[in-house]
């Protein structure tokens, strides 16, 4: 199994993932991958800590839980696909920035886990191997309210930096996506959806 991505493993962690999920999940972190390690206990942490202090607003993500990504039952045929246009996404949640937090910060290092959002969708993007002097940019996108992957599966990415594409992709089937041996620098990706365009722009590989 790849590792799998943030949310899912919040998800584990919340105990909301179906019971084969979450077993494959668990099979993942007892294979000993370090990266979901850290990431798990780093949430586990957050969460104690958000739980325990109420001076410690909880990230925004935390609402977006509340959300839930999959969970609105949608009618068929009701929600109709709207043109977004050229939309530009913003930063939902950063694993750097967390000043509130900065005692459970040493448990997690090089990789950063950063989420992005617009309109109905999601990019989650995991930037790991910072400490090289390349990283690997993993991701997925998913659609709010979409039951199946049609939406976020086939899609062609560019990676862009000054303008300049330095690499592409298409996501498979549930929308993930990986770009190999990224040169640091801050980057954008362009999504190409069929009812437009998502952008998602300072993209900070290797930045601190
Ligand atoms: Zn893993």
Known sequence: MNCPNFERLVDFVDKRLEEREAARVAAHLASGCGI????????????????????????????KRALRVFDAPQRKGLRLTERIGHAIASLVFDSFARPALVGVRSTETTNRQLLYRANDYNVDLQISGLEHSSADLMGQILK????EFDSVSGLNLE???KDEVTASAVTNDIGEFKFSGVEQGVYELRVTLSEGSVTVPNIPVGEP
């Open 36 to 63: 979901c390690g850290q990431t798990t206990s780093w949430y586990e942490q957050v969460r104690e800590t958000v739980e325990s202090d109420d001076s410690v607003a909880p990230p925004s993500w935390v609402f």
């Open 144 to 147: 709010e309210h979409a039951e």
């Open 159 to 161: 990676l862009a930096r």
